[in-house]
């Protein structure tokens, strides 16, 4: 998927300080999924030795039995604080979160879709 262009059209600011980070085929001791009012779906409470525990796209992981997963790539669950106006370079969409870096340096990490709006060329 190539690189879309977006202004940000809300704040959005992190509430995960530590986020989850992993590498391909750590292994996963799964929890409750997401139920909010976003429709984020397929969100998965995740946890890894030695880590807090992060909401995980259900996508990545690979169910072993009932509770525990296998990742199946590297992940972060990194959110980047945005302003309104901020301008970013989403790569890749996962249930209503766009992964971004910043246009202007080298901070990356997931913000909602729905703060974003593609930015005109």
Known sequence: MGATKYVVIQDHT?????????AKGAP?????????????????FCETPGQKG???PAQI??????KTARAREDYTA???DVRVGDLLVGSKILNGW???KRSD??????????NLQEARQ
């Open 78 to 80: 990194k959110e980047l």
């Open 105 to 114: 340096g080298p901070e990356a990490g997931w913000v909602p879709l729905a």
């Open 28 to 44: 996963l001791s799964v929890g409750e999924e997401y139920k909010g009012p976003e429709s984020w779906d397929n969100w998965l």
């Open 61 to 66: 992981i690979e169910i072993v039995n009932d």
């Open 14 to 22: 992190s509430e995960y300080p530590e986020p989850i980070t992993f």
């Open 98 to 100: 766009v992964w971004c």
């Open 54 to 56: 992060g909401w995980v």
